[in-house]
């Protein structure tokens, strides 16, 4: 008699997204390349170039964690059928040119698609310039 095997099914979107929530709220770039397709492209919507497949959005998210230190705040979290949108704050620590500490909020948006498979293949981030220049340029840093 074969020995029944058990078929892994892909998360639901809601389970999917809560892990990859906790992925960046513990700054974990291993983590986070893991929940995304091999072709993923992930997109901050700042001038910035997309970053495109695994490998890379994971030496970007180690190069993003060791140059900001930041939280995130939750916001409105809606599901479609293939992928979420959630409204988000970032809660960024930096410090005046003069060395006192300072949080500055930057109000963000994700939109994240996810395959059939359960791997998020798009992530479009869509960042509140105004509040990113005003944060930015208080701590002395162009961008």
Known sequence: MPVARQIERPPTLEALFQRY???????????????????????????????????????????????????????????????????????LALAEPNGTLFSARVEMLDVVTVNAAGGVTRKDVYVNSQQSR?????????R
């Open 21 to 91: 929530h906790v992925s960046w709220e513990t700054r974990d770039p291993e983590l986070i390349a893991s929940l995304h397709s091999e072709d993923t492209v992930f997109w901050v919507h700042d001038g910035s170039e997309p970053v495109k497949g695994r490998e890379a959005l994971r030496q970007h998210c180690i190069g993003l964690f060791a140059a900001l230190d930041f939280s995130l705040e939750k916001g409105r979290l809606l599901y479609g059928d293939d992928h979420w949108v959630f409204e988000w704050t970032m809660v």
């Open 134 to 142: 005003a944060a930015f340029a208080r701590a002395g840093i162009e």
